[in-house]
């Protein structure tokens, strides 16, 4: 049972443009959620987080939304540069317990 | 400086063996973590340490045995290996046990199993 589905395997984004990252969960409970990014034969690092009493959270180029009562959230990525090409992971947890991930989503950002 | 580091990096190996792999943090950090990336990329939880003590152990087969000999290591033995271990593991390490600190992740050791 997938509590945490990212349902685009991948994306393709101009360079300059915005990527919008797609994250949906089941469990109502979850109250802290992250991104972790992603390159090839290295681990995932972390990019940001929200908690569930936020909706907006804003890092530089990066900004992740949260929508609860969707139980859904978002990365954008705005501009969108080369070196974004990676796999971006959701993960969600409830009480900060453990980790729970999606199986995330490849960017690739076009030149 | 390498912060998350895990040996070996590809392991590949036969049915029935055992195996061990092997992994190291230098940042200080009190909990360390084992993840297995399966073959539908999803990353879970395997074990959990904390200061040295098992916190988390998460529904694998006893042949998967952690062992953390001091803080900044976190070790995996793996006896009898089956095909469905194929696998990516990963080694992770965070100051708080909480899911809301940052992980640090090492870069991976994929294991096949023939």
């Known amino acids: 049972d997938q509590q945490v589905k990212q349902n685009s395997p991948s994306l393709s984004v101009q360079e300059g443009r915005i990527s919008i990252l797609n994250c949906d969960y089941t469990n109502s409970m979850f109250d802290y959620f992250l991104w972790y990014k992603k390159y090839p034969a290295e681990g995932p690092t972390f990019l940001i987080s929200i908690s569930s009493i936020k909706d907006k959270n804003e890092d530089g180029r990066f900004t992740v939304f949260l929508n609860k009562s969707a139980k859904h959230l978002s990365l954008h990525i705005v501009p969108s540069q080369p070196g974004d090409s990676a796999v971006y992971f959701c993960?969600?947890?409830?009480?900060?317990?453990?980790?729970?991930w999606g199986a995330g989503t490849k960017l690739i950002i076009k030149p | 400086d390498t912060a998350v580091s895990q040996t070996p990096k590809y392991l590949v190996t036969q049915m029935g063996n055992d195996k061990s792999i092997k992994c190291e943090q230098n940042l200080g950090h009190d909990t360390m973590y084992w993840y297995k990336q399966d073959s539908k990329k999803f990353l879970k939880i395997m074990f959990s340490y904390n200061n040295k003590e098992l916190i988390i152990n998460e529904t694998v087969p006893n042949r998967f045995s952690p062992k953390s000999p001091d803080k900044a290591h976190l070790n995996l033995h793996i006896n009898s290996l089956e095909l469905g271990d194929s696998a990516v593991y990963f080694c992770a390490s965070s100051q708080d046990p909480r899911s809301s600190y940052e992980q640090y992740f090492g870069p991976g050791t994929r294991l096949t199993v023939t």
């Open positions: 993960a969600a947890s409830e009480s900060n317990y453990q980790l729970i």
